[in-house]
């Protein structure tokens, strides 16, 4: 790491993941657990990326702002995977921005909540809050300390509040709010804030129904506790405890072994085991039992379930699937950190430097070079794109001139997002600009702008542009795709294709195949694979150049 010390420090965060193996610790497995585990990696390189942009480079400073975080009680939350088959068990402060159908808020008592103790005390003395000033400047208030104190249990019950309307509002049907009648021996009223929407009636008994809400009383007894502290029930503890650690030892014989020894110890005689397990071992028999379970796990290996209603696919990630399944999962689904995912000099915020351009000057239609120069050297100035090739970006902007001069007129939209329903699955695109064919009222042209010089192939383009079409005429029924055309901005010639008799032939003047129209199909089919393997997990690919040349190698196993 010596000669990683002039790294930003959210790049340096990834070289600690690579270097400690702690990117690949969840290679191995693929669990809900280890997904959010890899969550919480990203969480904190985002952590440290939004340092970096406010506060600077500095990795001491870094490591005191997350000690100050810590001192407040400022951490993010962990990353959750919500799973919709199950219970979620967590804090108000987790909950924040999720809804469910039915949502329990429990110790809703006096002195429990609103919680008036607990908390970190600020780092900033009350003499320097905005809060605490109109006290410090009040003269004839003698004891400020309890007036701050006063004010401090003000604070917190507001913030407490705010938390309890979080809480009451996450519940889309149904809302429990449940306390106890005795904590320990002590009776407790309770919460204000109960009191607060009507619950005035605590000490009756039996059902009351009042508006939208219903009282119930439960006076059933359901625990009873009872300590027993004998030799035998020691002995029988310590035995119960040894069972346990030896579950996953793997040595039957012990596991056998502590199990029969304490069930001799519970029953306080040690019966014939061996006569017990052949008359009883039809009901024993675990491989029906083993053979079940396996069989469900098998079904949903990883324990989540895919929702085609909250996942949208695109040709990009269509692309990358292909390209790796795991690159996929660690791209689009996880949107983990990579080195080299962001190039603030290169091709790639080149690329998003002429797609600007392009999209402020078609849709103002300008009549000549000079505006587009103008245009091009405002958006120069954005923070966002210092350091972009400007010579490399004006080459591109030119050939777009000299291509497009005299079809600005016809532009009818740009940067035209889109959502269309395939095979059950959504697939979203974002199509950099349509035209109106000229001479016609309802047939278009998508254009879609390339600034590399690379070309791509005809399963890519064919995906690309049908998919496009698909979409343009989901969203505005009214217009027929006429013409698709790859802008090449870094190549000789553009790609364009034409309807003809129901399908895209090559209108380029050259020996091009047209687009496939199975291409749409075979995407379709891609995001059913996606599908299961969201549920039984992302292979990597075999192909080692591909993963050579992968950003997200450092998160893969060997």
């Known amino acids: 790491m010596c000669g ?23 290679a191995h497995t693929d669990t809900k657990r280890s997904r959010e585990a890899l969550l919480n990696l990203r969480q904190l390189h985002e952590l440290a990326s939004n340092f970096e942009e406010f506060h600077g480079r500095d990795l001491s400073l870094f490591i005191d702002y997350l000690e100050i975080l810590d001192e407040m009680d400022g951490n993010p939350s962990p990353a959750r995977i919500a799973d919709e088959e199950a219970i979620n068990l967590m804090t108000i402060h987790s909950a924040k921005g ?44 003698k004891d400020t300390e309890k007036a701050v104190r006063e004010r401090k249990k003000e604070i917190k019950k507001e913030e407490e509040r705010r938390l ?30 109960l009191l607060d ?89 675990p491989a029906e039992d083993a053979e079940k379970i396996l069989g469900i796990i098998k079904e949903n290996k990883n324990g989540v379930k895919f929702n085609p209603a909250t996942m949208t696919f695109s040709y990009s990630s269509i692309n990358t699937y292909e390209n790796c399944p795991r690159q996929y999962e660690l ?43 103008e245009i091009r050297d405002t958006v120069a100035k954005e923070p966002d794109f210092r350091g972009v090739d400007i010579e490399a970006a004006t080459a591109a902007l030119d050939v777009f001139w000299e291509r497009n001069k005299n079809r600005i007129a016809n532009n009818l939209m740009v940067e035209q997002r889109f959502a269309v329903p395939l095979g059950g699955f959504t697939f979203k695109g974002f199509i950099d600009r349509v035209d109106l064919m000229p001479g016609t009222k309802n047939e278009i042209e998508i254009i879609d702008y ?70 749409v199909e075979d995407m379709i089919e891609i995001a059913r694979k996606i599908a299961h393997d969201y549920e039984y997990g992302f292979e990597r690919t075999k192909d080692e150049k591909a993963c050579g040349e992968c950003g997200y190698r450092l998160y893969c196993g060997e």
């Open 164 to 193: 309890a309307y979080v809480a009451l509002t996450r519940a889309k049907e149904h809302l429990f709010l449940t306390l106890a009648i005795k904590y320990a021996d002590d009776e407790r009223e309770p919460s204000e804030f």
């Open 197 to 285: 929407i009507g619950y005035d009636n605590w000490r009756a008994g039996g059902n009351i129904l009042y508006g939208d809400l219903s009282y119930f009383r439960d006076n059933d007894i359901k625990v009873r506790e009872m300590v027993k502290d004998s030799a035998l029930e020691r002995e029988k503890a310590m035995r119960k405890r040894l069972l346990i650690e030896s579950l996953d030892s793997g040595n039957f014989a012990e596991i056998m072994k502590n199990t029969l020894l304490y069930q001799a110890l519970k029953a306080g005689e040690a019966p014939d085991f061996k006569e017990l397990f052949d008359s009883n071992w039809s009901k024993i028999n």
């Open 450 to 519: 390339k600034t590399g010089k690379s070309e791509p192939g005809p399963d890519a383009r064919s995906k690309q542009l049908l998919l496009y079409a698909r979409g343009i005429e989901h969203v505005y029924p009214q217009y027929k795709v006429k013409r698709l055309t790859l802008e090449q901005l870094g190549l000789l010639n553009p790609r364009t294709f034409e309807m003809n008799d129901g399908k895209f032939e090559s209108a380029s003047g050259s020996r091009m195949e047209g687009l496939d129209e199975k291409a």
């Open 4 to 26: 990683k010390k002039n790294l930003d420090v959210s790049d340096l965060i990834l070289e600690v993941y690579d270097q400690s193996g702690l990117s690949r610790q969840f």
């Open 331 to 373: 791209k689009e689904l996880l949107r983990m950190p990579t080195r080299d995912s962001e190039d603030s000099t290169g091709a790639m915020n080149r690329g998003t430097f002429v797609h600007k351009v392009l999209e402020m000057a078609v849709s103002e239609k300008i009549t000549t070079k000079g505006r587009l120069y």
């Open 98 to 141: 999720l809804e469910f159908k039915v949502v329990f808020v429990t110790n809703l008592a006096k002195d429990k909540f609103p919680l008036y103790r607990g908390g970190t005390e600020p780092l900033i003395p009350p003499e320097l809050m905005e809060q605490y000033r109109d006290i410090f400047d009040d003269e004839s208030i």
